[in-house]
């Protein structure tokens, strides 16, 4: 971890500094938030470090990458992200049963709009994982790592928006109530929009130590708050078993 700050900050941008500073602040206020507004209040401290979390990747990669590219990134990755969330919250493909429900505000076609931001939040520090573990000179290789490192997170998430009643799983699974189908989905969609993203945009140069620097944030700040806060020490110990094995794989890569 000291390996991965140090080259990280190097990496950082004045813009993305400010933004992970009121990402990590806007994080570590959620359970203050909870505490003086009472259970729902939750949701604004969550948007909100969303937000800042996507202003942070955005702003990293407008330092790597050509600002055409990151607006494309910016529209693409969001885009069929919500596309596979309005499929499957109404056929149930490929994630398996659920629906929002309507606690997250505003809602797209009945996806909170707050979801398809999240994918842009998350989905370019799993590339950097993948970068670091393979390379990307195999794209399907590298699309089915970044897949995997992308559902990593979600063995954290889907438990801990369930337990917030953001969205309701129509079967209980095996996975803490989830799914098992639903993991097999997140993987197959991360990957296949991985793949069709790095197919059609010239992305190189990727911001590798800043990237995996947020994913390592993600995974601390998912486990203490899950282990801590929210009373969900089972997916706790999952997320943090395999994020955490990524993360340390990649970076030993460094």
């Not at 470090?49 to 942070?56: D, E, K, P, R, Y």
């Not at 979801?115 to 290789?141: H, N």
């Not at 639903?182 to 990957?191: H, I, P, R």
Request: hydrophobic share 60%; charged share 10%; glycine share 8%.
């Amino acid at each position: 971890m000291p390996q991965i700050i140090t080259r990280a900050l190097a990496e950082l941008p004045l813009a993305s500094t400010i933004f992970l500073v009121l990402w990590l602040l806007s994080m570590i206020m959620v359970p203050v938030v909870k505490w003086i507004w009472g259970a729902g209040a939750e949701r604004i401290g969550i948007s909100v470090g969303v937000l800042f979390q996507v202003a942070t990747v955005v702003a990293l990669l407008s330092v790597a990458l050509p600002y055409p590219v990151v607006i494309a990134l910016a529209f693409l990755i969001p885009t069929l992200g919500w596309l596979s969330e309005f499929a499957g919250c109404r056929t149930g493909i490929p994630f398996g049963p659920y629906s929002y429900t309507d606690v997250l505000q505003p809602q797209l076609g009945r996806v909170p709009v707050i979801i398809p931001l999240a994918w842009l939040m998350m989905m370019p520090p799993a590339w950097a994982v993948a970068e670091l573990l393979v390379g990307s000179a195999r794209p399907l290789l590298f699309a089915a790592t970044a897949g995997l490192a992308f559902t990593a997170w979600d063995l954290f998430l889907d438990p801990q928006m369930v337990h917030w009643d953001f969205w309701r799983w129509h079967r209980r699974g095996r996975y803490f109530g989830i799914p098992l189908i639903n993991f097999v989905g997140w993987f197959l969609v991360s990957a296949a929009i991985t793949a069709l993203i790095y197919a059609l945009l010239p992305i190189a140069g990727l911001p590798l130590h800043a990237l995996l620097l947020m994913y390592a944030i993600t995974w601390l700040l998912e486990t203490i708050a899950q282990a801590v806060f929210w009373n969900l020490r089972g997916s706790a110990i999952a997320g943090f078993i395999a994020m955490g094995a990524l993360v340390m794989a990649a970076s030993t890569a460094l």
